[in-house]
């Protein structure tokens, strides 16, 4: 079982940033697998912002957040981060954690291939 714990969220003003954190705990740890962060606004369905690859050698991003938004890893700290430049109104939501269902995986978008998910944590942009 993995355990996954999201950091790092608040409120910050339009154009702010903030860097999250997930630090993933447990006897399996997440292995070698890709990571990702999804996040869900208020009244909508969650969807998908960025994933990276089990070694970090590719990354995925939403048009919505491409070149402003930074997906990392320290497979060494088992943590994967999401540094959130210029943010907008529209990034306010709950952001999740999550690792893929397999080892040696690459990034991906669909939530199903997901196993393990974290609480989330709020981010809250005020314009």
């Known amino acids: 079982q993995v355990q996954l714990v999201e950091s790092g969220g608040g409120l910050v003003e339009t154009g702010g940033s903030l860097r999250l954190s997930c630090a993933a705990s447990?006897?399996?740890?997440?292995?070698?697998?890709?990571m990702g962060w999804f996040r869900q606004a208020p009244g909508k369905e969650r969807e998908f912002a960025a994933s990276?690859?089990?070694?970090?050698?590719?990354?995925l991003y939403a048009d919505s957040v491409k070149d402003r938004f930074t997906i990392s890893r320290s497979n060494g700290k088992n943590t994967v981060y999401l540094q959130m430049n210029s943010l907008k109104a529209e990034d306010t939501a709950v952001y999740y954690c999550?690792?893929?269902?397999?080892?040696?995986?690459?990034?991906?978008?669909?939530?199903?291939?997901?196993?393990?998910w974290g609480q989330g944590t709020q981010v809250t942009v005020s314009s």
């Open positions: 990276i690859a089990w070694n970090g050698g590719s990354t």
């Open positions: 447990g006897r399996t740890s997440t292995g070698p697998r890709a």
């Open positions: 999550a690792v893929r269902d397999n080892w040696y995986s690459l990034p991906t978008r669909d939530p199903r291939q997901y196993a393990y």
